[in-house]
């Protein structure tokens, strides 16, 4: 196991830039790619932008919620920022925005982080004269980038819920706002196989590194 961390250690440090290139960009790309989505769907431009009172919501929280473990989860779901479009002629009610909601925010991080370590190891197995081509498990890890950025999406839309919630952008693609929200408990189960998927190919790509060396994993 410590023979396979160390060829995870040494892909990084070998290719650096681009794997902190790719862990960070994948982060900014996805929520640029989120608020661009929402802008093309209703053809306006967000005309507000809020970095909200983390702390002193934190301690509103604490006051009101005697219990500590009621408290966390709405810790949690306390978003960071957020940026939208107020219609002036609803009394300016916000009819939609997207947020930065911190777990859904380490989560894309995360995913980055896996993304960018499979492109390093599979580089490395490219310079040790691996004949296998990395399109395969590209192609894989993008299926489960896919379902883990599905599921980390925290829009809200005045129609659906102000909740900021991963089926609003289904619900903004046409899909009927009550099948969205009869799907919606099953996120988590889809955010966990887009992960295996992406840590599958990371492990087939050491399965490989191990067997050019000559060892199993």
């Given at each position: 196991m410590r023979f396979h961390f160390d060829f995870v250690r040494h892909a990084v440090a070998n290719h650096r830039g681009r794997w902190l290139a790719i862990s960070l960009g994948f982060v900014v790309l996805y929520y640029a790619g989120l608020l661009l989505f929402t802008m093309l769907r209703?053809?306006?431009t967000p005309n507000y932008a809020v970095f909200h009172d983390v702390l002193g919501s934190y301690r509103l929280i604490f006051a009101g919620t005697p219990a500590l473990s009621d408290a966390l989860p709405i810790l949690m779901d306390e978003p960071w920022f957020e940026a939208g479009y107020k219609n002036p002629d609803y009394y300016g009610i916000a009819t939609w925005s997207y947020m930065l909601i911190p777990p859904k925010l380490l989560l894309v991080f995360l995913t980055g982080v896996l993304v960018a370590t499979l492109v390093a190891l599979a580089a490395t197995r490219k310079e040790a004269a691996c004949p296998t081509s990395p399109l395969p498990a590209y192609a894989t890890?993008?299926?489960g980038t896919a379902l883990v950025g599905l599921t980390s999406a925290t829009l809200t839309w005045v129609v659906c819920c102000a909740t900021p919630s991963w089926v609003v952008s289904l619900?903004?693609?046409g899909m009927s706002v009550s099948l969205a929200l009869w799907i919606e408990p099953a996120g988590m189960i889809l955010t966990s196989l887009g992960?295996?998927?992406?840590v599958g190919m990371i492990a087939q790509q050491l399965r490989g590194l191990a067997g050019a060396a000559g060892q199993t994993l």
């Open positions: 209703f053809g306006e890890a993008g299926m619900a903004m693609l992960l295996l998927l992406i």
